[in-house]
């Protein structure tokens, strides 16, 4: 606003001086700043309402200039504005300079020390050119219309003056003057002060402005310009301000310049968008936004209206930054009535911070930036800017602890300040606890799910988590996790197996400050020329592939196995995808900065795994290229279901050449192409070091010719070799011979050797090489066996071989092999886990086979692991028949074997010799009988044996997608109407054909019902075995160890499905024995919810049954469906149900009888809860075992 104007405002009174009428509370105050204004007074505003300088409390409407406008007392009026006058009246006698001073002032201007004084520039726009004088103390900085005023108020100012001489006008129309001027001062106490700045804006640039917060109880700020002749008058003002500003806010503390309204309504604020346990982590600056505009004026005075404006604040949680903008407002005004809008942006995404201390500039920039985003830009000011810069600074620091320092003063352009030595505490795991939440605050996405895995070579190692039921991770998670993971210097291995990276691929993200690459690491090594411009224009997931290798000084692996999205990431079966040049791409993408950074050295990796990433032709050209690389020394490389052709996958054998002396896992198995047999040789001739050794369908042998060097092949410590898929000779087998005889080969854990062409003569020489209960896993699996199976049969029989078996998918030619191969382990004492799945019969297995299961599950005492399901495809069938079934009833006598799997095995034609056996077995633990095609009789007939036993804790009669298919069809059959013959006459009069079709809807419904308690009863029944299992553990703390728990599970790993989930949950219960009860159960997965409903009687309305969670869209949406059947079993009698008779030969059970059958007794209106999983779906063993011989070299 002009200065004229402001002169003009005689209306307008200083408060500073004038003590608050002890008459005249807050509240009346308000109510009389409500009433209707006077006229003069209203006539007086309308000259200038829109523009002022300062923002007037509400006593202004009272003052000395007012009063006398109404100098005849009105008869009329309030009570209040009588009162308000005759208060006027009696304060206008006292003299200013003996006035009280504002609540913010610490004395009476009398008493303050003057630190400079002086005219500011006169403006020539009024009638009368004049200039106003300012004066600055330790207290305030006060506005006068003339220097006379000032005295007024400030009477040692005239000891610092030569007196007047020649007067024009008596003394006391001089004094009188300079009383009413002094009364209409501005007045802005330096604790008050928000930021003292110079407006670059204004034409010519000799202006300071001065914002500062209004005065109770206005929530509000104003500011003023102060224009100066010069710029060093300028520039001496600005100095002056500057260091008194800074002196008082040293003095005072940062919580009493806000508001307590605005600090609760910020706070809340905070709270709402990140946790914060501790209010006092919040830290809040009045600030200044300043909006850079075109030149103007310096009286071009665009300010605030008369009541003030908007107030700005800056506020620094834990690990955001907020400008939050507060709307004028009441100190009164309830926190949660504040107007305010808020700009929130994560401390982490700050990509610049300028300022400067070296000159008298309270002005600051802050920069945020979010990936493939645009730069948002705040310029502000504030008194406290110094302490802005610390807190910034020190909370950039705190969220990113292991980024190199000389990376933060890229981020903070802090001109005048050196660099600070900031040292963090607490930085476990690198900082990854702080750095990965704060970025995905920052970028306003949920925290991944990882893992610290302590059992890689390179420990410890992150693994990022895939997501369950097919779903991704959006690009700002991932890069959330790439951003928290760089620099650190705690992890020596990062594992993204398995994770979708694909949504960082082929996308480019932009900044103009280049901070997109990394190219100094943390010893402050930077990247070549030629590099860096590679970089700069490549993909994001290039750069983070780059930036995660190479700003980590401890990264010693990196596992990006299937992370394109060509293979599910749960059974890795490949997706049904023609057309592989975009997955491709992205390998490339992965692969380039890995070859590049090895090539130059500047990476501490010597571990890479891309298993099952296509890899083009150009990316097998790179990887030739850095093996051939004298420099480079790799230890781990698995290029496993690569899609390798003939002349990539030859060429990187040729260049394993030169890395022989360090290769110690080598994984090429299961590609595309076929390498010569002397390239390979000569590669396996030169290895060293070799422990894990997967060449799976790589190469065919020469006739005569041993695949190994029996010399090379003796120094190695193997783990785990792999050679499926290659048509061994006898020279080859002659050599594995002779290495598992040999004290080198007692390492050796697992030895694949499916679709291996072996006899049955040289898998014997196999097994008595190993000698007795050699702690291994073999697989064999499809292979002819068939010739020399009796020399087989005999080594299995005296012990000799692994203690962990797999003969999986073998076809007899002749019967007799296969009855030979069941004795032989009917009397073997060495075999712990042992599969069979889809080993089978040429046809359905005859009595003698049968007997032979029947004596096998009977006698044998070692195996506790035994899979002996069925394969059923629409081309071939590796099934034992119907009599298989019966066979089952040895589980009667079994005493070892604690986990079983019979898929696919036909079990629904006789059910009764399996289920009987269940009843009265006491040591299993997990049966997985799904894929049998189920009834609901069957099921049923399963139950009532089950509810006997007390070992089984997991049982599984349906997969997922089974249970909802199955329960269609049993409704579809129920509803189906059978074939009639032609109604007879008398027949028409019948109503049954009416009470059919009414009796439709409440079939179904009764079907569902039925399904769903069957699930429910069986549910209950394992529910209760585990709890007391659980209980029983917990009595007996010695009684399962975690040392006899790590034992299990090489067992239970290689065997998988709900052995595998068993035992991970007993793992958790053993770990936390000290909990109670109801925290173990839900450790489980279990509720005992389902007890509410077990006590029900029979038979429920159907109103009930229609209120059903099950009868919603037939509840098969939940993979544990209902669907209901109308077989039933035939039920046994009450005294065979909990007998134990002892049946020494096959086919005696008082049960064979058992035949499949239909009817319609199912009892009907059951109401049960959705049926819940244990511990999910179990895995079907079967889809693994189809694929697993591609999977074991990994």
């Not at 002094?182 to 034409?203: K, Q, Y």
């Not at 508001?259 to 600030?287: A, C, G, L, Y």
């Not at 507060?326 to 911070?353: N, Q």
Request: aromatic share 6%; hydrophobic share 35%; charged share 20%.
């Amino acid at each position: 606003m002009s200065v004229d104007r402001w002169r003009r405002r005689g209306s307008i009174a200083s408060n500073s001086d004038k003590p608050h009428s002890p008459s005249l509370t807050p509240q009346d105050a308000d109510n009389a700043a409500g009433k209707k204004p006077r006229v003069l007074t209203k006539a007086l505003r309308s000259l200038s309402s829109s523009s002022i300088d300062s923002m007037p409390t509400l006593q202004a409407r009272s003052s000395n200039s007012q009063r006398r406008l109404h100098k005849t007392p009105s008869v009329s009026g309030s009570m209040i504005e009588r009162l308000h006058r005759r208060v006027s009246r009696d304060s206008s006698t006292n003299s200013p300079a003996d006035s009280c001073p504002s609540p913010l002032l610490e004395s009476t201007h009398g008493s303050m020390e003057l630190i400079k004084r002086g005219p500011l520039k006169q403006d020539s726009t009024g009638r009368k050119a004049r200039s106003d004088y300012i004066v600055l103390t330790d207290q305030c900085l006060s506005r006068f219309a003339s220097v006379e005023a000032a005295r007024v108020t400030y009477p040692q100012l005239a000891a610092h003056e030569e007196p007047s001489i020649g007067r024009s006008a008596s003394s006391a129309s001089l004094s009188s003057k300079a009383s009413a001027a002094a009364e209409n001062r501005l007045e802005i106490p330096l604790v008050a002060v928000v930021a003292v700045f110079v407006d670059n804006n204004a034409a010519p640039a000799h202006v300071v402005e001065v914002w500062w917060s209004s005065p109770a109880p206005r929530l509000a700020c104003c500011r003023t310009q102060l224009s100066f002749n010069t710029a060093k008058d300028r520039d001496d003002w600005l100095v002056l301000l500057h260091r008194t500003c800074r002196h008082k806010v040293r003095q005072s503390s940062l919580a009493c310049v806000i508001p307590d309204n605005v600090r609760e309504r910020i706070h809340h604020i905070v709270s709402s968008t990140e946790t914060v346990h501790d209010d006092s982590k919040i830290t809040i600056f009045p600030v200044v936004r300043r909006v850079m505009s075109p030149a103007k004026s310096p009286l071009d005075d665009t300010a605030n209206s008369s009541d003030g404006g908007t107030s700005f604040y800056l506020a620094i949680g834990p690990f955001m930054c907020y400008f939050i903008e507060i709307l004028r407002s009441d100190h009164a005004t309830p926190p949660s009535d504040l107007m305010a809008k808020t700009f929130s942006f994560g401390t982490v995404t700050l990509i610049r911070f300028q300022a400067s201390v070296a000159n008298h500039q309270q002005t600051f920039a802050m920069g945020f930036r979010v990936p493939f985003g645009k730069e948002t830009r705040f310029t502000l000011a504030s008194v406290h800017y110094r302490r802005i810069i610390d807190t910034v600074m020190k909370m950039d620091r705190i969220l990113k602890p292991t980024w190199p320092q000389h990376l933060q003063q890229a981020i903070f352009e802090i001109r005048g300040l050196s660099p600070p030595l900031q040292l963090t505490s607490g930085n476990d795991l690198g900082g990854l606890d702080i750095s990965l939440p704060a970025y995905c605050a920052a970028y306003k996405v949920c925290v991944p799910h990882w893992r610290i895995d302590w059992t890689t070579p390179s420990q410890p190692c992150f693994c990022l988590l895939p997501l369950s039921e097919a779903k991704t991770y959006s690009p700002l998670q991932l890069l959330a996790v790439f951003k928290a993971l760089r620099y650190n210097g705690f992890f020596k291995a990062v594992s993204f197996a398995d994770v979708d990276l694909s949504p960082l691929a082929s996308r480019q993200d932009y900044s103009q400050y280049g901070d997109t690459v990394v190219y100094a690491s943390a010893n402050r090594i930077r990247i070549p020329d030629d590099l860096y411009h590679i970089l700069s224009q490549a993909s994001v997931l290039e750069q983070e592939i780059h930036s995660l290798l190479f700003a980590s000084d401890s990264i010693r692996s990196i596992n990006l196995s299937n992370v394109v999205g060509l293979y599910e990431p749960k059974t890795h079966i490949r997706r049904m995808i023609t057309e592989t040049t975009t997955f491709e791409t992205k390998t490339f993408e992965l692969l380039r900065p890995i070859m590049e950074l090895l090539r130059r050295q500047l990476s501490h990796c010597h571990s890479v795994v891309l298993t099952r990433n296509p890899i083009p032709k150009a990316g097998a050209d790179d990887l030739r290229d850095t093996f051939s690389n004298h420099k480079v020394r790799l230890r781990r490389l698995e290029l496993a279901h690569c899609g390798l052709v003939d002349f990539g996958l030859s060429d990187i054998w040729t260049a394993l050449d030169y890395q022989a002396d360090s290769l110690e896992i080598i994984d090429l198995s299961n590609n595309q192409g076929n390498v010569k047999f002397e390239i390979v040789c000569n590669a396996l001739s030169h290895l060293r070091r070799a422990t894990k050794l997967c060449i799976a369908r790589n190469v065919r042998l020469a006739t005569g010719l041993s695949l190994f060097d029996d010399d090379t092949l003796a120094t190695w410590q193997l783990q785990q070799l792999d050679l499926s898929g290659i048509i061994l000779n006898d020279a080859t087998v002659e050599s594995l011979v002779n290495y598992l005889s040999a004290s080198g080969s007692q390492s050796l854990r697992k030895l694949c050797l499916d679709f291996a062409g072996l006899n049955g003569f040289q898998a014997a020489r196999l097994f008595r090489s190993m000698g007795p209960g050699r702690e291994m896993e073999v697989y064999m699996n499809s292979n002819r066996i068939d010739d020399g199976v009796t020399d087989l049969c005999d080594a299995i029989s005296a012990g000799l071989g692994p203690w962990c078996l797999f003969l999986q998918m073998i076809d007899f030619a002749r019967e007799e092999s296969y009855v030979k191969l069941l004795r032989a382990l009917a009397q073997n004492t060495s075999i712990k886990c042992l599969s069979l799945a889809g080993t089978s019969t040429p046809d359905a297995a005859s009595e003698t086979a049968c007997q032979a299961v029947f004596d096998f599950l009977a006698k044998n005492n070692t195996v506790r692991y035994l899979d002996m399901s069925g394969f059923d495809s629409k081309l071939d069938e590796g099934r034992l028949g119907r009599g298989f079934s019966r066979a089952l009833g040895g589980l009667r006598h079994n005493t070892r074997i604690e986990h079983l799997r019979v898929r696919s095995q036909m079990l629904n034609i006789n059910v009764g010799d399996f289920a009987g056996a269940l009843g009265v077995n006491r040591t299993l633990r997990t049966v997985d009988c799904s894929s049998n095609d189920l009834t609901l009789s069957n099921l049923r007939y399963l139950i009532t044996h089950l509810e006997g036993n007390t070992s089984i804790r997991n049982f599984s009669a349906f997969l997922g997608h089974e249970l909802g298919r199955t329960m269609e069809k049993s409704i579809s059959d129920a509803t189906t109407p059978a074939p009639t013959k032609r109604p007879s006459m008398m027949s028409r009069f019948r109503h049954e054909k009416t009470s059919q079709a009414q009796q439709g809807p409440t079939l179904i419904q009764e079907l569902r019902s039925e399904w769903d308690h069957a699930i429910f009863q069986l549910q209950c029944i394992t529910d209760e075995n585990l709890r007391n299992h659980v209980e029983a553990m917990t009595s007996d703390a010695a009684s399962t160890s975690q040392a006899s728990l790590e034992g299990e599970s090489v067992f239970a790993a290689a065997f998988g499905g709900l052995a595998a989930d068993d035992l991970a949950g007993l793992k958790i219960v053993t770990s936390r024995r000290s909990d109670d009860e109801t925290e173990r159960m839900s450790l489980h997965a279990r509720t005992d919810s389902s007890r509410s409903t077990a006590g029900r009687p029979d038979s429920v309305g159907s109103s009930e049954a229609a209120a059903s969670p099950s009868s919603e869209a037939g509840s098969s949406e939940s993979g544990a469906a209902t669907p209901l059947d109308v077989d039933c079993g035939v039920e046994v009698g009450p005294g065979l149900q909990n007998g134990q008779e002892q049946w020494t030969e096959y086919g005696d059970s008082p049960e064979h009888n058992y035949t499949y059958a239909d009817g319609q007794d199912a009892d009907v209106g059951l109401q049960m809860k959705r049926y819940r999983r244990f511990q999910g779906d179990p895995t079907d063993r079967i889809e693994e075992e189809d694929h697993g011989h591609e999977d074991r070299g990994s």
